[in-house]
C-alpha cells in the first residue's frame, strides 16, 4: 500500500524541478544546455582597402610622413652605375670638354688603344678622377652616342704591343688610377671609321680589386672594316666568310693582322680560345647592327611616347634575341644609362617599358632600389592594372622576390612587395599570381624573415617588408584557391611566430592579426591555429600591451570568439591561461568607459539636432566582439560556472543592459542578453547572476517591450533560465509577464514558442500558478503549437508535454482540465506514438537516426504517461 502511495506521488511530481538532490556529470549537462546554451555569431571585420594603394596604408606609423625612406623620387640620379663613381669616392666638378677618343688614321693598319699616362703629383690624380667624373655623369641621349675622334699623330705615346714587358707595366699604372673604364664605340656607314669601345664588366673589376689588370679590349681596324663592308642594309651578313674571317684558311707563312689581333686579345684580356673571341665578336656586331640603331631612334622620339613604348618593345626583343639580358651583357650599364635617361618622362606605359627592361638586365644595389620604386610608381595607379595584366611585369618581380638576397637588398624587396601588393588587387593579376606560386614564395620569404633574431641590425628594417607580405596575404585570403595553398603550405604556424617575434610593431602586428582573424572564419583553418599552444597567451599579451589600439584588439578578439565557437577544446585552453578572465575584464572596463564618454557626447550632439550614426562605433563594436567570446566561453560547464561567479563581468554585463538601448545598438545588447542567459543556466552557490536575478529581471521587462524579435526571443531566454527560482515566477505573475509569453505561442515562429514554452513550464511547477494557463487560453495554444510543430521538432513537443503534464497533476476531469481540446489533444498524442511517425521529419540518415533518439528517450516516455491520465480521465467523465 505504501509503494502504491508512492508510484502516485512520483507520478504526480513536475518534471522540471530545480535540480539539487542529484549532481549530474559534465556530459549530461553539456547534453541538456545544448538548447539552452548557445554561441553566438557576429558581423565579419571589415578591412578597408587602401584607395590610394600607398606604402604602409594611412593609418600606419610607417607612412610617408613617418617614414623618409617612403618618400622617393625617380629619376635619372637614382642610377647607380659603376662608370659614374670616380676611384677617388671625393664629389669632383665635371670636365667642360667631351671625352677623347682615340683611333688611327690608317685604314691598313691596326687600331691601338692607348692607355693614360699615370700622373705625376696627386694634384693630376684629381684631374684624372674628374675627368672621369665628367666622361661617366648621366649623360642626355645626344651626348651617350656622341665623341670626338682624335687621330693617332699627336704627342702621345704609342703602346708597343708585340712587346710584353712594356704592355703589362703600362696596364698596371694606368689600372691603379682607373678602376672602371669605357670608351663608346659607334661607325659610320659612309666614313667606315671605328670608335673604339672598351667596357669593363662586374667579373672585370672583381678582376682589378684582385690585383690582376682590367680587361681592356684591342681590336684591330682592318677587322672591324671587313665586318662593316659585309653588312647589308638591312643589317644581315652579305658573306658568312667575311662575317668569321677568323675561320678562313691561312697561307702559310703569312701573318695576318687578323691573327695578331687575336693574339693581343688573348694577351691582354686572358681570353683562353678562340671560341670566346668569336662570341664576343658576335656579339659586338649584334650590339652595332641591332641595339644601337634603336637606342638612337630612343633618343630622336623623346617627345612621342607611343614611338618610345614601341622602341622599348624592340629593344627588349632585340635584346631577348641577341641573348644579352641578364648580367653577363657587357654593354649593360650603357644601356641602363639610356633607360634611366627615360624614367623621367611623365608616362607610365612607359615607365611599364622601362621597369622591366632594367629588370631583365638584372640590376643589383640602388639599380634594383630605383627599378622597383618605379614599378610601385606604376602599381600603386589602378589605371595601369589593364597594361600591367598584359604584360610580364609580375614575373620579373617575382624574380626579384626569389633571387635577392634578404638584408642586402631589403628596402628595394619593400618596394618589390608593394608593387606586388597593389596587383593582387585586381582580380586577374592575384589568380596570376597564385598560379605562378606566389602563395608558397611569400610564406618562404616570411621564413626567412622569421629566422632573424630581434638582436641582429636587419630586423626592424625587415619589420618594413613583412608588413608587405602580411597585406599581401591578407588580401590572397580572400581567394579560395590561395587559401588552399596557405593551408597546404603551414601558413598559420609561421604567421604564429611572425606575431610572436614583432610583438613589439604594432603595424606589423595588425596586419598579421588581420590575416589571421579573415582566416579565423574558415573551421580548417581554426583548427590549426587551435593547434598553436602558445597562440592563446601570445593574443592575451597583445591585448593587455595594446589595450586601447581599437582595430588591433577587436581583430584578436575577433579570432578569440571564431575560435571559441568552432573548437570544442578552445574555451578550456583559453581559459586556463593565467590572466584571462582579467585580461576580458578589463577590456571591458576600458572600451564600456569608452562607449559610454561616447554616448554622453553624442547625446550633446543631438541636442544640436544630429542624428546618432546608424552603425556600432569603434567601442561598440568592441564591446560586441567581447561579450561574444565571453558567450563561448561560457558554453564550456567548467568555464561557464567560474565566469558567473566572477561579479565585476556580471556587473558590467547588467550595466549594459541599463544604459545602453536596442535602438541604439541592436546586437551589443542582444549579445549581452546571451551571455546572461548562458551564465544564468550554472546554478552555482555564488553565482552573480542569481545574486542579481531580480534586477536582471527587471532589465529583461523592457527588452520584452522591444519591436525586434531577436531581442524578445534573447529575454524570454534569460527569463526560461531565471525562472527555476520562486523569486522571479513570483516577479513574472506579479508584472503580468505570463500573459506576453503565452502570446508568443501565436508566433508560429519554432525558436519562440520553444523559449516561451520554457517559461510555462517552470510557471505551472507551483501549484496556485497553473490556472493562468486556462485563463488567458494557453491551453488551446499549446495544442496548437504541438499540432503546428508535432513530428518536426521533438524537443518542443516534449517541451509542450511536460507543460501540460505539470498542468494537469491535480485533474478531476479531462474536460474541465482542457476544455474543447482534450479529444484533438488525444488524437495527437495517439499519432505522435506510433512507430513510424518519427520517420517523416527529415529524409537524412543521420537526422532520422538522432531524432529516434530523441522520440524514443524523451518523447515518447512523457507523451505515454500524458496520454493515459487523460484518456483516464476522460473516460471517468
Known amino acids: 500500500m505504501q509503494a502504491s502511495m508512492t508510484e502516485n506521488r512520483r507520478k504526480a511530481e513536475p518534471f522540471y524541478w530545480?535540480?539539487?538532490?542529484?549532481?549530474?556529470?559534465?556530459?549530461?549537462?553539456?547534453?541538456?544546455?545544448?538548447?539552452?546554451?548557445?554561441?553566438?555569431?557576429?558581423?565579419?571585420?571589415?578591412?578597408?582597402?587602401?584607395?590610394?594603394?600607398?606604402?604602409?596604408?594611412s593609418q600606419s606609423s610607417l607612412c610617408p610622413q613617418n617614414k623618409s625612406s617612403s618618400i622617393f623620387s625617380l629619376d635619372t640620379s637614382s642610377s647607380e652605375l659603376p662608370e659614374s663613381r670616380p676611384p677617388s669616392g671625393v664629389c669632383l666638378s665635371p670636365l667642360a670638354d667631351k671625352p677623347t677618343l682615340i683611333i688611327s688614321e690608317k685604314k691598313d693598319e691596326a687600331s691601338f688603344v692607348?692607355?693614360?699616362?699615370?700622373?705625376?703629383?696627386?694634384?693630376?690624380?684629381?684631374?684624372?678622377?674628374?675627368?672621369?667624373?665628367?666622361?661617366?655623369?648621366?649623360?642626355?641621349?645626344?651626348?651617350?652616342?656622341?665623341?670626338?675622334?682624335?687621330?693617332?699623330?699627336?704627342?702621345?705615346?704609342?703602346?708597343?704591343?708585340?712587346?710584353?714587358?712594356?704592355?703589362?707595366?703600362?696596364?698596371?699604372?694606368?689600372?691603379?688610377?682607373?678602376?672602371?673604364?669605357?670608351?663608346?664605340?659607334?661607325?659610320?656607314?659612309?666614313?667606315?671609321?671605328?670608335?673604339?669601345?672598351?667596357?669593363?664588366?662586374?667579373?672585370?673589376?672583381?678582376?682589378f680589386m684582385e690585383g690582376t689588370p682590367g680587361k681592356f679590349l684591342l681590336e684591330l681596324q682592318g677587322e672591324r672594316s671587313a665586318l662593316v663592308k659585309s653588312v647589308n642594309s638591312d643589317g644581315r651578313f652579305a658573306d658568312e666568310e667575311q662575317q668569321f674571317p677568323c675561320d678562313q684558311k691561312k697561307v702559310p707563312g703569312t701573318r695576318s693582322s687578323q691573327s695578331r689581333a687575336s693574339g693581343w686579345k688573348r694577351r691582354v684580356t686572358g681570353l683562353k680560345d678562340e671560341a670566346e673571341i668569336?662570341?664576343?665578336?658576335?656579339?659586338?656586331?649584334?650590339?652595332?647592327?641591332?641595339?644601337?640603331?634603336?637606342?638612337?631612334?630612343?633618343?630622336?622620339?623623346?617627345?612621342?611616347?607611343?614611338?618610345?613604348?614601341?622602341?622599348?618593345?624592340?629593344?627588349?626583343?632585340?635584346?631577348?634575341?641577341?641573348?644579352?639580358?641578364?648580367?653577363?651583357?657587357k654593354r649593360r650599364n650603357i644601356l641602363l644609362k639610356a633607360l634611366y635617361k627615360l624614367v623621367d618622362i611623365d608616362s607610365d606605359p612607359l615607365s611599364l617599358k622601362l621597369a622591366k627592361l632594367i629588370l631583365a638586365i638584372k640590376v643589383d644595389g640602388k639599380n634594383l632600389l630605383g627599378v622597383c620604386k618605379l614599378a610601385f610608381k606604376i602599381c600603386r595607379n589602378k589605371k595601369?592594372?589593364?597594361?600591367?595584366?598584359?604584360?610580364?611585369?609580375?614575373?620579373?618581380?617575382?624574380?626579384?622576390l626569389w633571387n635577392e638576397d634578404l638584408q642586402t637588398n631589403n628596402e628595394a624587396l619593400v618596394y618589390c612587395m608593394a608593387a606586388i601588393k597593389c596587383m593582387s588587387e585586381n582580380e586577374a593579376l592575384l589568380y596570376k599570381m597564385v598560379s605562378k606560386g606566389a602563395v608558397e614564395m611569400f610564406l618562404e620569404l616570411m621564413k626567412q624573415i622569421n629566422k632573424i633574431k630581434e638582436n641582429d641590425m636587419y630586423f626592424s628594417k625587415l619589420g618594413h617588408l613583412l608588413v608587405q607580405v602580411t597585406a599581401t596575404l591578407r588580401i590572397l585570403a580572400d581567394c579560395p584557391l590561395a587559401r588552399r595553398r596557405l593551408s597546404d603550405s603551414g601558413a598559420i604556424p609561421e604567421l604564429c611566430v611572425a606575431l610572436e617575434?614583432?610583438?613589439?610593431?604594432?603595424?606589423?602586428?595588425?596586419?598579421?592579426?588581420?590575416?589571421?582573424?579573415?582566416?579565423?572564419?574558415?573551421?580548417?583553418?581554426?583548427?590549426?591555429?587551435?593547434?598553436?599552444?602558445?597562440?592563446?597567451?601570445?593574443?592575451?599579451?597583445?591585448?593587455?600591451?595594446?589595450?586601447?589600439?581599437?582595430?588591433?584588439?577587436?581583430?584578436?578578439i575577433f579570432i578569440l570568439g571564431n575560435l571559441t565557437a568552432k573548437d570544442d577544446k578552445s574555451p578550456e585552453q583559453f581559459f586556463k591561461e593565467k590572466g584571462s578572465v582579467n585580461t576580458l575584464t578589463s577590456l571591458f572596463q576600458t572600451y564600456y568607459e569608452l562607449d559610454l564618454n561616447a554616448l554622453t557626447w553624442h547625446h550633446d550632439r543631438k541636442g544640436k539636432g544630429e542624428k546618432h550614426p546608424k552603425y556600432p562605433s569603434k567601442a561598440e563594436d568592441v564591446l560586441i566582439k567581447l561579450l561574444r567570446v565571453l558567450a563561448n566561453l561560457s558554453t564550456h560547464p567548467r568555464v561557464g560556472a567560474a565566469l558567473a561567479a566572477a561579479r565585476p563581468l556580471v556587473g558590467l554585463l547588467v550595466t549594459v543592459l541599463e544604459y545602453k538601448s536596442v535602438d541604439a545598438c541592436e546586437e551589443l545588447v542582444i549579445n549581452a542578453a546571451t551571455t546572461i542567459n548562458n551564465l544564468s543556466y550554472y546554478q552555482v552557490e555564488n553565482s552573480a547572476v542569481q545574486d542579481e536575478k531580480l534586477h536582471i529581471a527587471e532589465m529583461l521587462v523592457k527588452l520584452l517591450m522591444s519591436y525586434n524579435m531577436d531581442v524578445v526571443v534573447e529575454a524570454v531566454r534569460v527569463f526560461g533560465n531565471?525562472?527555476?527560482?520562486?523569486?522571479?515566477?513570483?516577479?513574472?505573475?506579479?508584472?503580468?509577464?505570463?500573459?506576453?509569453?503565452?502570446?508568443?505561442?501565436?508566433?508560429?515562429?519554432?525558436?519562440?514558442?520553444?523559449?516561451?514554452?520554457?517559461?510555462?513550464?517552470?510557471?505551472?511547477?507551483?501549484?496556485?500558478?497553473?490556472?493562468?494557463?486556462?485563463?488567458?487560453?494557453?491551453?488551446?495554444?499549446?495544442?496548437?503549437?504541438l499540432q503546428d510543430f508535432g513530428p518536426a521538432d521533438w524537443q518542443l513537443s516534449c517541451l509542450i508535454c511536460?507543460?501540460?503534464?505539470?498542468?494537469?497533476?491535480?485533474?478531476?476531469?479531462?474536460?474541465?482540465?482542457?476544455?474543447?481540446?482534450?479529444?484533438?489533444?488525444?488524437?495527437?498524442?495517439?499519432?505522435?506514438?506510433?512507430?513510424?511517425?518519427?520517420?517523416v521529419c527529415s529524409l537524412d540518415k543521420d537526422i532520422k537516426d538522432c531524432q529516434r533518439v530523441y522520440w524514443e528517450r524523451e518523447f515518447k516516455p512523457v507523451a505515454e504517461k500524458l496520454r493515459d491520465r487523460i484518456q483516464s480521465h476522460h473516460s471517468s467523465s
Open 384 to 400: 595601369n592594372d589593364v597594361i600591367i595584366q598584359n604584360d610580364t611585369l609580375l614575373d620579373y618581380l617575382l624574380q626579384v
Open 278 to 329: 668569336n662570341e664576343w665578336e658576335e656579339e659586338d656586331f649584334f650590339w652595332h647592327t641591332r641595339i644601337l640603331p634603336i637606342l638612337h631612334d630612343l633618343e630622336k622620339r623623346e617627345d612621342n611616347i607611343e614611338q618610345l613604348c614601341l622602341a622599348c618593345t624592340k629593344l627588349y626583343q632585340a635584346l631577348d634575341e641577341g641573348n644579352m639580358l641578364g648580367k653577363r651583357f
Open 501 to 556: 617575434q614583432r610583438g613589439s610593431d604594432k603595424d606589423t602586428c595588425l596586419w598579421i592579426v588581420r590575416v589571421l582573424s579573415k582566416l579565423s572564419t574558415y573551421n580548417d583553418f581554426c583548427a590549426a591555429l587551435a593547434d598553436c599552444s602558445r597562440c592563446y597567451a601570445l593574443f592575451l599579451a597583445l591585448l593587455n600591451k595594446y589595450q586601447k589600439q581599437q582595430d588591433l584588439v577587436i581583430r584578436i
Open 802 to 839: 511536460k507543460t501540460l503534464w505539470n498542468y494537469s497533476e491535480d485533474m478531476t476531469s479531462a474536460a474541465s482540465c482542457f476544455g474543447e481540446d482534450t479529444n484533438t489533444l488525444l488524437l495527437l498524442l495517439t499519432a505522435f506514438l506510433d512507430e513510424e511517425v518519427e520517420l
Open 18 to 57: 530545480l535540480s539539487v538532490a542529484k549532481p549530474r556529470t559534465s556530459s549530461e549537462i553539456v547534453n541538456e544546455a545544448r538548447d539552452v546554451l548557445r554561441t553566438v555569431k557576429t558581423q565579419r571585420l571589415f578591412t578597408p582597402t587602401d584607395e590610394h594603394r600607398k606604402l604602409f596604408g
Open 114 to 207: 692607348f692607355l693614360p699616362t699615370p700622373p705625376a703629383d696627386a694634384s693630376d690624380v684629381r684631374r684624372v678622377s674628374s675627368a672621369w667624373k665628367g666622361l661617366f655623369r648621366t649623360p642626355s641621349q645626344k651626348d651617350l652616342f656622341s665623341a670626338e675622334v682624335v687621330p693617332l699623330d699627336r704627342n702621345e705615346v704609342k703602346l708597343d704591343f708585340d712587346d710584353p714587358t712594356m704592355m703589362m707595366n703600362n696596364l698596371d699604372r694606368s689600372n691603379n688610377y682607373l678602376a672602371e673604364q669605357r670608351l663608346y664605340t659607334s661607325f659610320n656607314d659612309e666614313s667606315r671609321q671605328l670608335i673604339c669601345d672598351e667596357h669593363t664588366s662586374r667579373s672585370g673589376t672583381e678582376d
Open 722 to 785: 531565471l525562472s527555476l527560482h520562486h523569486e522571479i515566477r513570483d516577479f513574472i505573475m506579479q508584472k503580468k509577464i505570463y500573459k506576453f509569453m503565452i502570446a508568443l505561442l501565436d508566433s508560429k515562429n519554432r525558436e519562440v514558442c520553444f523559449s516561451a514554452c520554457g517559461v510555462l513550464l517552470n510557471l505551472t511547477v507551483d501549484e496556485n500558478k497553473r490556472a493562468f494557463l486556462m485563463e488567458e487560453g494557453g491551453i488551446e495554444k499549446l495544442v496548437d503549437c
